[in-house]
């Protein structure tokens, strides 16, 4: 339910929308993208954005299959993948064959990219059965633990980086507490740190990233420095 202060501000955006209508800056396929967009809501906007912009993930993938986010998983989608610790440890290979399903989100991808990698994600899914899906989540998760890293100085403290994603799973599955992720998005350089459900990145790092979006999970905006790890994984 959205708030007065939260109405407010949508019908100021919308009539800002109404004006660039007029004026032809965006198409109108654009417009209406956008027009969609703020309908949505819950897991129908976590799909949509998924179809849009990073293709599937082990969140969009159980909510397609099944209709909905199982608990755990929803909450690895808000807090990373260090929510499979301790008596978590068994409900792991759930998420790990839904994630030897996923997209790689440090690779570039267009939207049919993403689209087309949904259609084989969820026929394969279909098809498999038990045994096979538990042999995935193995083979996943040695996958994701072979992950090549190097430790760098991320905002003030020693940090794994990795190329992939998946590297957040890889440095929290073998014990670390934190961790940085360095690609390109959407045409666009970006180092991304995270920690593990019980820690926060104020209790990690000396110096906080420009854009945080949980307690647990931020947006390095500082360039020199997203350039920087960028090329300690070039080397």
């Known amino acids: 339910m959205k708030t007065p ?68 998983v929803a909450r690895a989608h808000q807090l990373g993948p260090g929510v499979f610790e301790g008596k978590n440890l068994d409900q792991r290979n759930h998420y790990l064959g839904l994630c030897a399903l996923s997209a790689d989100e440090s690779q570039e991808r267009t939207v049919r990219d993403n689209l087309l990698s949904f259609a084989e994600a969820l026929d394969t899914l279909w098809s498999e059965d038990v045994e096979e899906f538990e042999m995935g989540a193995q083979v996943e998760l040695q996958k994701i633990t072979a992950l090549p890293f190097r430790v760098v100085d991320v905002l003030g403290t020693p940090t794994r980086l990795y190329r992939s994603d998946r590297g957040f799973a ?30 926060t990145l104020a209790q990690v790092f000396s110096i906080q990233p420009g854009k945080r ?20 994984l070039e080397d």
């Open 5 to 72: 202060h939260q109405t407010a501000e949508l019908n100021d955006f919308m009539k800002h929308l109404t004006r660039v209508r007029t004026c032809q800056a965006l198409s109108v396929d654009q417009i209406r993208l956008i027009e969609i967009a703020i309908g949505l809501s819950g897991d129908e906007a976590m799909l949509a954005t998924r179809a849009l912009g990073g293709g599937p993930d082990p969140a969009s993938l159980e909510y397609l299959s099944t209709g909905k986010v199982s608990t755990l």
């Open 213 to 232: 979006i949980s307690p647990q999970f931020g947006i390095v905006e500082e360039p020199d420095l997203v350039a920087a790890c960028l090329a300690q």
């Open 170 to 199: 890889a440095a929290y599955w073998s014990g670390e507490r934190h961790a940085a992720v360095a690609g390109v998005f959407q045409g666009k350089p970006y180092l991304a740190v995270g920690t593990v459900a019980d820690t």
